[in-house]
Nanobody, 115 residues
């Protein structure tokens, strides 16, 4: 079974940047909608951004203008570029791969924004 593999998390100061990666080694990677979600301590998982097979993107309001989702189908990888990070962006970030009956999740990566 193909697994979702996230990478790129870590500790960053407020105002800094991180880029998360999501790899999914499927031969039909290009058809999937790739989404990023996050879950902060004590809170429910929430939608952050997604990108569909036509490269149409959606963002939650709190990250618009700061985060950019993209995909490289040849590399079977999607990215979440996060700029101007704030302490409230601290969370475990999860990648989701979805299409018809496929709805796969990664294990998540921790992003900590702190001095």
């Amino acid at each position: 079974q193909v697994q979702v593999v996230e990478s790129g998390g870590g500790l960053v100061q407020p105002g800094g940047s991180l880029r998360l990666s999501c790899s999914y080694a499927s031969s039909i990677f290009s058809v999937f909608t790739i989404g990023w979600y996050r879950q902060a301590p004590g809170r429910q998982r929430e939608f952050v951004a997604n990108i569909n097979s036509n490269h149409v993107t959606n963002y939650t309001e709190t990250v618009k203008g700061r985060f950019t989702i993209s995909r490289e189908n040849g590399e079977k990888t999607a990215y979440l570029q996060m700029n101007s990070l704030k302490p409230e962006d601290t969370a475990v970030y999860y990648c989701n791969v979805r299409w018809i009956k496929t709805d796969d999740w990664g294990k998540g990566v921790l992003v900590t924004v702190s001095l």
